[in-house]
């Protein structure tokens, strides 16, 4: 499986704390982006550098800076929007690509109702942000889009993972790596991860 379980201390912490049923808007939206900020900087762990010759304080110094084009990070509408700053936290020059996925409800597949890409997306290695990989669908959904736009190089940062979906991204694009602060036991019969979250979206939103 092409799985990045992040243990961390301070991660499995805050995924705990976001766990409690009566976990309010204000604090499940503060520990996604904390949350989201603690595993970008796992996520961006293998960031091909170049070496580079920067003029210092007492001549010149062999320094080092990330290499090619910035990442362009994707947040899928709308649970996503809540990792965005917390990436944006470690990655402040990155670009923003937008999808939004509906499904269809002959095929029940997702369908794009909204793309937005930034230029060069051949040229930048994308990184995809969702709370939540439950099925799997619109990850992989994501994941067609931004390799017809070109993109080569695709990670996915999720908080909680069901092993279904897992499968199903791996299945369909083994060379993406999925990110996850934990990798939980199931679908509920609702597509639910269990223990997971509830509905992630809902909850950094406010919404019911
Ligand atoms: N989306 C959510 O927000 N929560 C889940 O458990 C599954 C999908």
Same mark, same amino acid.
């Given at each position: 499986?092409?799985?990045?379980?992040?243990?961390?201390?301070?991660?499995?912490?805050?995924?705990?704390?976001?766990?409690?049923?009566?976990?309010?808007?204000?604090?499940?939206?503060?520990?996604?982006?904390?949350?989201?900020?603690?595993?970008?900087?796992?996520?961006?762990?293998?960031?091909?550098?170049?070496?580079? @010759?920067?003029? *210092?304080?007492?001549? %010149?110094?062999?320094?080092?800076?990330?290499? #090619?084009?910035?990442?362009?990070?994707?947040?899928?509408?709308?649970? *996503?929007?809540?990792?965005?700053?917390?990436?944006?936290?470690?990655? =402040? @020059? $990155?670009?923003?690509?937008?999808?939004?996925?509906?499904? &269809?409800?002959?095929?029940?597949?997702?369908?794009?109702?909204?793309?937005?890409?930034?230029?060069?997306? &051949?040229?930048?290695?994308?990184?995809?942000?969702? =709370?939540?990989?439950?099925?799997? *669908?619109?990850?992989?959904?994501?994941? %067609?889009?931004?390799?017809?736009? *070109?993109?080569?190089?695709?990670?996915?940062?999720? !908080?909680?993972?069901?092993?279904?979906?897992?499968?199903?991204?791996?299945? $369909?694009?083994?060379?993406? @790596?999925?990110? @996850? $602060?934990?990798? %939980?036991?199931? !679908?509920?019969?609702?597509?639910?991860?269990?223990?997971? !979250? #509830?509905?992630?979206?809902?909850?950094?939103?406010?919404?019911?």
């Amino acid at each position: 499986m092409n799985i990045t379980i992040i243990e961390h201390p301070l991660v499995r912490h805050k995924l705990s704390l976001m766990r409690e049923a009566d976990c309010s808007t204000y604090r499940f939206r503060t520990l996604t982006k904390e949350l989201a900020r603690l595993m970008a900087y796992e996520a961006s762990r293998d960031f091909a550098t170049e070496v580079f @010759t920067l003029q *210092g304080w007492c001549g %010149d110094i062999e320094a080092h800076r990330i290499k #090619g084009k910035t990442v362009t990070i994707v947040p899928i509408l709308r649970a *996503g929007l809540g990792m965005l700053d917390g990436v944006l936290d470690l990655i =402040p @020059t $990155a670009k923003i690509s937008v999808v939004g996925l509906q499904r &269809d409800e002959e095929t029940l597949q997702p369908v794009s109702y909204f793309e937005k890409f930034v230029d060069d997306m &051949d040229k930048r290695p994308a990184l995809i942000i969702d =709370p939540m990989l439950a099925t799997g *669908g619109s990850m992989v959904a994501t994941i %067609d889009l931004l390799k017809k736009k *070109g993109c080569k190089n695709i990670k996915a940062l999720v !908080l909680v993972a069901a092993p279904e979906g897992v499968k199903v991204v791996n299945e $369909a694009h083994p060379d993406v @790596t999925i990110y @996850t $602060a934990a990798l %939980d036991s199931h !679908l509920n019969e609702n597509g639910y991860i269990i223990p997971g !979250l #509830g509905d992630a979206g809902d909850k950094i939103f406010g919404t019911k």
